[in-house]
T-cell receptor
Framework: DQQVKQNSPSLSVQEGRISILNCDYT??????FLWYKKYPAEGPTFLIS?????DKNEDGRFTVFLNKSAKHLSLHIVPSQPGDSAVYFC??????????????FGTGTRLKVLA | NAGVMQNPRHLVRRRGQEARLRCSPM?????VYWYRQLPEEGLKFMVY????????ESGMPKERFSAEFPKEGPSILRIQQVVRGDSAAYFC???????????FGPGTRLTVT
């Protein structure tokens, strides 16, 4: 039962254009979401997060949008650069017990930015 | 300020042997999480530990796998009697508090021959 889904396994974008990565979730109790970037043979690195009380969070070239009614979030990268080529994972915070949380990760989207 | 450390980076074991993977969290972090990434798949949660306690092990296979995070020293993920299907990248992450951003180590790539 995949609670966090990234339905596009791969995406190719021209350098300088916008990259849009999508993520859907099924549990309406999720209230905190993150995006991670992962290069081959390295661990994931934290990119940006958003709380469910917001619908947008921006950090430089990266913006995350949250649509709670649709249970959907997206990551926008503008402008895309070749160094952005990586696998991107979205993750949702799930409460285990009162005040204790773990993250559920999606399956990842491989972004390739073409020079 | 050192990040999350994992060792070894690469581990080769024959079927039936034991694998021990170590994780030292970031300084000041007392929450540790282990994930497994199978080839061409995403990150699967395995276990969440706090010092000397297992908080959630719902992602751990029921047999052969165990994890600990002692009062002193690194967290250990132990796989007994490894099989070929255990070949994967195992990532450890740590956080300052529960629900906060997790910081990942470089991973241990286990190959079972």
């Amino acid at each position: 039962d995949q609670q966090v889904k990234q339905n596009s396994p791969s995406l190719s974008v021209q350098e300088g254009r916008i990259s849009i990565l999508n993520c859907d979730y099924t549990n309406s109790m999720f209230d905190y979401f993150l995006w991670y970037k992962k290069y081959p043979a390295e661990g994931p690195t934290f990119l940006i997060s958003i709380s469910s009380i917001k619908d947008k969070n921006e950090d430089g070239r990266f913006t995350v949008f949250l649509n709670k009614s649709a249970k959907h979030l997206s990551l926008h990268i503008v402008p895309s650069q070749p160094g952005d080529s990586a696998v991107y994972f979205c993750a949702a915070s799930a409460e285990i017990t009162s005040g204790t949380y773990k993250y559920i990760f999606g399956t990842g989207t491989r972004l390739k930015v073409l020079a | 300020n050192a990040g999350v450390m994992q060792n070894p980076r690469h581990l080769v074991r024959r079927r039936g042997q034991e694998a021990r993977l170590r994780c030292s969290p970031m300084k000041g972090h007392s929450h540790v999480y282990w994930y497994r990434q199978l080839p061409e798949e995403g990150l699967k949660f395995m276990v969440y530990l706090q010092k000397e306690n297992i908080i959630d092990e719902s992602g751990m296979p029921k047999e052969r796998f165990s994890a600990e995070f002692p009062k002193e020293g690194p967290s250990i993920l132990r796989i007994q009697q490894v099989v070929r299907g255990d070949s994967a990248a195992y990532f450890c992450a740590s956080s300052l508090q529960t629900g906060y951003e997790q910081y990942f180590g470089p991973g241990t790539r286990l190959t079972v021959t």
